[in-house]
């Protein structure tokens, strides 16, 4: 009924549709709309906000709106309560301090922090907008189901990847059943993720397939949805113009330039549409059913640059400015001074980071060795994934990457480090921490009290990003044996900015032909220079 657009929420796969338009309603009259409404075939309700994900989510789609809009929640002298959904009847789990003293429950977007809510308890009798939900489960849900830290990320981990080149988002949707290529687009399109409307993949460089190849790859204890080897993927159409080929956004205007596609006669005037699996393409018909699709969130425009296929390229994957390996952990060290933001924005933003099938994180150190080894190559002040969690105890944690949960040190006024099993690294500088009100670890380049960690408040800061292989640590215990000793090898960091790869470890380039025949053709990789395509009658 109503005009206002629908969006698909990748975390819990729900959908979402904000009547702006609509006068603002009472309480009453904006239940009775919700549950009149349907989409797919499901019921809608006033929205529940369950989670710290879908909060964030939430705040991040609709981060221009202004004003307050109702939650399906009541309030009474006992307590605060979902009345609607899944988890009706369930106390609200948020660890929100809810101002107000009326029946009724309303958010509104929090600008002044890091895409968040506000809830209070208000009449029911107020008139605020309303925010519908329509929510795919059968039956009912646990009450409390997740975890509610909100300056903890792991939204979407596993589901969402960044790719540190072009910044853009990239996920692997997987439905029940097999999906065309017109159904495949238009619920990517519904798709939002960080405030940005998705659309099926356009590929528009070799590094960019290079990366999403390296996404496809990745273990499948480790990813939601992993592929296996012969599942495919639609990414998006090719269509000509002109002399050439444009990949095709989701309202079919023009995008970039599809150089992957090598035109010529027959070819003038035929659309084709792509697949993937994890190590080659295929033209499919657009009726054709396959096993999903890859979505993008593009933050990024830039279309790269005409590719020319030599027997090997170069690719500066990462586009940061400081990016070096350590021979010690195994891992990708990058920090970028094109972002200075909070503890808390830091550790959410690398969480999504995916590099040469490494998962990003905020970097943790447990050992003397581990930080030695990377310090020399640091040339700024940068957040580290360190957290004062308990602030009456002043206990730090780490809380980012495989070492999430680790207690490591207690006290102010300097304090000690803490004795798990071992003695955990001492890291801080002699005369740190120092300050109750500092929750957040940084670490620092100069030799001002050493080249060690400062307790911190958040500020606006540089951050220091660690990929390590499949974000999975080796280590058994939080504070290794002689975590404190220094480095018995001698250990670099070498940068690794440019990585040469041979063209034969992708797919060769499409070479355009006739579809007007039954079989398909198929491209295939081969070791030469040289596209091939081999004849099958699978599609």
């Not at 519904?190 to 397939?209: D, P, V, Y």
């Not at 444009?246 to 792509?274: L, M, R």
Request: glycine fraction near 6%; charge should be negative; hydrophobic fraction near 30%.
């Amino acid at each position: 009924v109503y005009s206002e657009p629908i969006y698909r929420n990748p975390f819990n796969g729900n959908y979402y549709q904000f009547l702006t338009s609509y006068l603002q309603v009472d309480y009453l009259t904006a239940s009775t709309i919700t549950t009149n409404e349907y989409f797919n075939g499901i019921q809608g309700h006033l929205v529940t906000i369950e989670t710290s994900c879908e909060n964030r989510w939430i705040a991040e789609t609709y981060k221009s709106f202004n004003g307050s809009f109702w939650l399906g929640a009541l309030s009474n002298s006992t307590s605060d309560y979902w009345n609607i959904g899944p988890q009706s009847g369930c106390n609200i789990c948020k660890t929100y301090s809810l101002s107000g003293t009326g029946g009724s429950i309303a958010a509104r977007i929090d600008k002044t922090k890091f895409y968040t809510t506000i809830w209070e308890r208000v009449s029911s009798s107020f008139n605020y907008n309303v925010l519908i939900e329509y929510e795919d489960t059968n039956g009912t849900e646990s009450c409390c189901f997740e975890s509610t830290n909100e300056n903890l990320g792991g939204c979407s981990r596993g589901r969402i990847w960044r790719n540190p080149a072009n910044e853009n988002y990239y996920e692997v949707v997987i439905p029940s059943s097999p999906i065309n290529f017109t159904d495949s687009r238009d619920d990517a399109s519904r798709r939002t993720w960080a405030g940005k409307q998705g659309q099926l993949a356009t590929i528009s460089s070799l590094c960019e397939w290079d990366w999403i190849s390296n996404m496809l790859n990745l273990n499948s204890s480790f990813v939601l949805n992993s592929l296996s080897l012969s599942q495919r993927l639609w990414i998006a159409k090719i269509s000509p113009s002109g002399p050439n080929y444009y990949w095709k956004n989701y309202d079919d205007t023009n995008e970039c330039q599809a150089h992957f596609f090598v035109g010529s006669p027959p070819c003038i005037g035929i659309d084709y549409f792509i697949s993937t699996t994890k190590e080659q393409w295929y033209l499919q018909n657009e009726s054709d059913l396959i096993d999903g699709y890859i979505v993008e969130y593009n933050f990024n425009s830039d279309c790269g640059t005409t590719i020319t296929f030599t027997s090997n390229y170069s690719c500066n994957q990462i586009n940061m400015a400081n990016v070096f390996c350590s021979s010690f952990t195994n891992s990708i060290y990058s920090w970028d001074s094109k972002y200075s933001i909070t503890w808390e924005k830091s550790l959410y933003y690398t969480e999504f980071l995916l590099l040469e099938g490494y998962g990003g994180y905020l970097a943790t150190f447990r050992t003397k060795c581990e930080w030695d080894t990377i310090v020399n190559s640091l040339n700024s002040n940068l957040w580290i994934g360190g957290l004062k969690e308990d602030l009456n105890n002043h206990i730090f944690k780490w809380r980012s990457g495989p070492d999430n949960g680790c207690a490591f040190w207690q006290g102010i006024s300097r304090g000690n480090p803490l004795n798990n099993s071992n003695t955990c690294y001492d890291g801080f500088i002699s005369t740190e921490p120092n300050n109750p009100s500092k929750n957040y670890l940084e670490g620092w380049h100069t030799d001002f009290g050493g080249k060690k960690w400062n307790d911190q408040i958040s500020v606006n800061t540089y951050f220091l990003v660690q990929y390590s292989p499949l974000w999975i640590s080796t280590e058994t215990a939080c504070c290794p044996i002689n975590a404190n000793d220094n480095c018995t090898t001698s250990y670099t960091t070498t940068l690794c900015n440019t990585i040469l790869k041979p063209l034969s470890n992708l797919i060769n380039p499409l070479i355009c032909t006739s579809l007007s025949n039954t079989p398909t053709n198929t491209p295939t990789i081969s070791n030469s220079n040289t596209p091939t395509t081999s004849q099958s009658n699978t599609p």
